[in-house]
Nanobody, 115 residues
Framework: QVQLVESGGGLVQPGGSLRLSCAAS????????MSWYRQLPGKEREPVAS????????NYADSVKGRFTISRDNAKNMVYLQMNNLKPEDTAVYYC????????WGQGTQVTVSS
């Protein structure tokens, strides 16, 4: 059984930083691409960032490019999302997603950006 457990969410002021972590188990982590999605209040889930299985390449939504960085540590079965210069519009529930078939989703962690 695939398990993805996010942590690191919380309340942060605009311009601040936060690092989300996702601990993965139940699959061969190093063989799967990983993604972060988010769900803004009242909106559908949207992709934020993805990273290849080796960590050699990554892509980002235009809304976060230059501010967010996805990374992974295959020795630890961990994927991260470093979020810098956070904006109120980044407020959302953030989900860790494994690109298994079917895709596997974590339970989400709340990020609130507010002064």
């Amino acid at each position: 059984q695939v398990q993805l457990v996010e942590s690191g969410g919380g309340l942060v002021q605009p311009g601040g930083s936060l690092r989300l972590s996702c601990a993965a188990s139940g699959f061969i982590f190093s063989r799967q691409a990983m993604s972060w999605y988010r769900q803004l209040p009242g909106k559908e889930r949207e992709p934020v960032a993805s990273i290849t299985s080796s960590g050699g390449d990554a892509n980002y939504a235009d809304s976060v490019k230059g501010r967010f960085t996805i990374s992974r540590d295959n020795a630890k079965n961990m994927v991260y999302l470093q979020m810098n210069n956070l904006k109120p519009e980044d407020t959302a529930v953030y989900y860790c997603v494994a690109r298994t078939y079917p895709a596997s989703w974590g339970q989400g962690t709340q990020v609130t950006v507010s002064s």
